[in-house]
């Protein structure tokens, strides 16, 4: 069973464009983060959002968690290419267990 | 401060062999991970340790197993390789309990023939 859906699956967009990537649960978790991956190395955490309603934002890169803690997006404005790769979207604490539920990833590539 | 490190980087193995992969943390977590990756399927979670002697089962343990005898080290094994565990494998390590805040090593991309 997969429990967190991160849609869209693939993303192609040239320089410059924006772009939202989601990240849906049926389940509540009690803090949901966001790691970028490139290709031949392990993910690197870009945020962790823990409050309902919470919004975060790195530079071009805008982190919403909502209100019910069950899903998440992730905004990106006016992409580089520097900002290519695995998008991978997680969540935390569900049920008190020590353990991370990955979504699948979105693969996004920025074209000059 | 090297943060996580995995060896060896890349591994080939025939069907039925074993081997043992490495990974090691410096920054004294107590809390530590193997992932596999593969297309389509994310990452799963094979074996955690939550502690220094302790581990657990995670989404995909079926043929290998795990020893954390020292909390900077934790072993993966596999004792009889099969081609279905071609991956690239993921160790993580945490200081929070519930995930918070996951450090990745640098994978082993193993292939078995």
């Known amino acids: 069973t997969q429990l967190l859906e991160q849609s869209p699956q693939f993303l192609s967009i040239q320089e410059g464009e924006n772009l939202t990537v989601y990240c849906n649960s049926s389940?509540?978790?009690?803090?949901l983060q966001w790691y970028r991956q490139e290709p031949g190395e392990g993910p690197v955490l870009l945020v962790t959002v823990v409050t309902g309603g919470e919004v975060k934002k790195l530079k071009r890169l805008t982190f919403q968690f909502g209100d019910a803690r069950k899903d998440s997006s992730l905004h990106i404005t006016a992409a580089q290419p520097g900002d290519t790769g695995l998008y991978l979207c997680a969540g935390g604490g569900q049920g008190g267990s020590e353990k991370l539920v990955f979504g699948k990833g979105t693969k996004l590539t920025v074209n000059p | 401060n090297a943060g996580v490190t995995q060896t060896p980087k890349f591994r080939v193995l025939k069907t039925g062999q074993s081997m043992t992969l490495l990974c090691a943390q410096d920054m004294n977590h107590e809390y530590m991970y193997w992932y596999r990756q593969d297309p389509g399927m994310g990452l799963r979670l094979i074996h955690y340790?939550?502690?220094?002697?302790?581990?657990a089962k995670g989404e995909v343990p079926d043929g290998y197993n795990v020893s954390r005898l020292k909390k900077q080290n934790f072993l993966l094994g596999l004792e009889s390789a099969a081609p279905s565990q071609t991956s690239v494998y993921f160790c993580?390590?945490?200081?929070?309990?519930?995930?918070?805040?996951?450090?990745f090593g640098p994978g082993t991309r193993l292939t078995v023939t």
């Open positions: 340790s939550v502690g220094e002697g302790t581990t």
């Open positions: 389940s509540v978790f009690s803090s």
């Open positions: 993580a390590s945490s200081y929070v309990p519930g995930g918070h805040e996951q450090y």
